[in-house]
């Protein structure tokens, strides 16, 4: 062996259509769906919690391996996913802030938090597998050969190049 | 020819350790900063014997003394 490297994952601005991508392989995979658009602007989101009714439980956590920029970057956006009664926002603030909310009834605030902070983990997982799979074989010669998965939910990939 | 390989690990906090093989010394130490450019930031990097093969060191006495 030659080395060890150990890197913390950081989100960049730039990188937000690979989080949508990894957002909605993640909730996919979990039973969720995408309602209507799958991205829209906040605003949007705002006027139909308005016209909802019922007693919602809600907790959002802000997701903290984010790279924040001082200037704008853009609109605020955000997806939404629902399964039966639970409904997960993720969305990305001017500055580049990453928050998952999660709501739904019948759960409490504990539940919801826990089924957040879950998600928001497989998120930057899936992100960081995309942009390496997506970064790697575009800045290097090297072949994926080998990916699984083990029991602690640990993703591994094997790259491989032949040096002449 | 020789084989280079790099064997990742992705924690599901998307924590990535990187055992990086076959590369040699400078390398090496490009492909751990590739890495952590597209994931984040590096939090460590550990070379091992085979990092240094491939590159020459040389150990030179100066005797400044005259005789």
């Known amino acids: 062996m030659s ?23 993640v909730l996919v995979a979990m039973g969720f769906s995408a309602v209507e658009e799958t991205v829209r602007t906040i605003a949007e989101e705002k006027v139909n919690l308005e016209t909802r009714t019922g007693v919602r439980q809600e907790v959002e956590i802000e997701v903290k391996n984010v790279e924040e920029v001082s200037s704008t970057i853009g609109r605020e956006e955000e997806m939404v996913f629902r399964k039966e009664e639970v409904e997960v926002r993720i969305s990305r603030d001017v500055r ?52 699984s998965i083990d029991d602690d939910e640990n993703i591994h990939l094997k790259l491989r190049s032949w040096e002449d | 020819m020789a084989a280079r390989e790099i064997i990742i690990e992705i924690s599901p906090e998307g924590v990535v350790r990187g055992d990086i093989s076959g590369f040699g010394g400078k390398n090496c130490r490009e492909m751990a900063k590739l890495l952590a450019e597209i994931v984040g930031e590096e939090v460590s990097f550990d070379p091992n014997s085979e990092y240094f093969q491939g590159e020459v060191h040389l150990g030179v006495d100066v005797n400044t003394d005259e005789h």
């Open chain 1, 3 to 25: 080395g060890i490297v150990v890197v913390a994952p950081m989100i960049v601005p730039a990188a937000w259509p690979v989080v949508v991508s990894a957002a909605s392989a």
């Open chain 1, 96 to 147: 580049g802030r990453v928050r998952v909310c999660v709501s739904g009834e019948g759960h409490s605030k504990a539940e919801l938090k826990e089924l957040g902070e879950t998600l928001a983990g497989k998120v930057i997982q899936q992100y960081v597998y995309n942009r390496l799979i997506e970064e790697m074989k575009k800045r290097t010669n090297m072949e994926l050969v080998e990916q």
